[in-house]
T-cell receptor, first 114, second 114 residues
């Protein structure tokens, strides 16, 4: 069965520090996508990235980067030079193959202190 | 601007009462979803619908009901059979143009049972 584990429940860092959010997944599918979503204090989740299991290259978007390692079933998310606006709950997710629905991890609450 | 509107934002209910949460989208998306969020448990899927007049149970459908009479609307009824209805409820949608499982979320409805 599909499963996503985000072991870090809460992380708190000081502004400008780098921070990595961990995501470990389980799937029996040979090809799959992985996702990250951000939930700011307003409550509305926002899509950040979708990654195909074929592509193990790191993805970088501004201060955000994602490290996908199939060998360890991990899809970690790093924020470089964190800012207070990065404070949110971050969710990693994995689709159920053959069904248009996602399984979400428990989420990591990230607090960036000024 | 296109998006998802959930109402009400906050709702209080007495035990034994049914309550309906509204979800409307103007994105022309075919698929719509209801998730429940509890602290430390991530998002759990209640119901989803991929086309009008059709919907499927998610992982925690007991005590909930939905309808999909119009493409734009996917209301969720929390019935008195739901044992622990106090939670944050999120509606989401997905369309072919955005890519599989790239969800757009509403701002959520927080239900509290008194």
């Amino acid at each position: 069965a599909q499963k996503v584990t985000q072991a870090q429940t809460e992380i708190s860092v000081v502004e400008k520090e780098d921070v990595t959010l961990d995501c470990v997944y389980e799937t029996r599918d040979t090809t799959y996508y992985l996702f990250w979503y951000k939930q700011p204090p307003s409550g509305e989740l926002v899509f950040l990235i979708r990654r195909n299991s074929f592509d193990e290259q790191n993805e970088i978007s501004g201060r955000y980067s994602w490290n996908f390692q199939k060998s360890t079933s991990s899809f970690n998310f790093t924020i470089t030079a964190s800012q207070v606006v990065d404070s949110a709950v971050y969710f990693c997710a994995l689709p159920i193959q053959g069904a248009q629905k996602l399984v979400f991890g428990q989420g990591t609450r990230l607090t960036i202190n000024p | 601007d296109g998006g998802i509107t959930q109402s009400p934002k906050y709702l209080f209910r007495k035990e034994g009462q049914n309550v309906t949460l509204s979800c409307e989208q103007n994105l022309n998306h075919d698929a719509m979803y209801w998730y429940r969020q509890d602290p430390g448990q991530g998002l759990r899927l209640i119901y989803y619908s991929q086309i009008v007049n059709d919907f499927q149970k998610g992982d925690i459908a007991e005590g909930y009901s939905v309808s999909r009479e119009k493409k734009e609307s996917f209301p969720l009824t929390v019935t008195s059979a739901q044992k622990n209805p106090t939670a944050f409820y999120l509606c989401a949608s997905n369309g072919r143009s955005t890519g599989a499982n790239v969800l757009t979320f509403g701002a959520g409805s927080r239900l509290t049972v008194l």
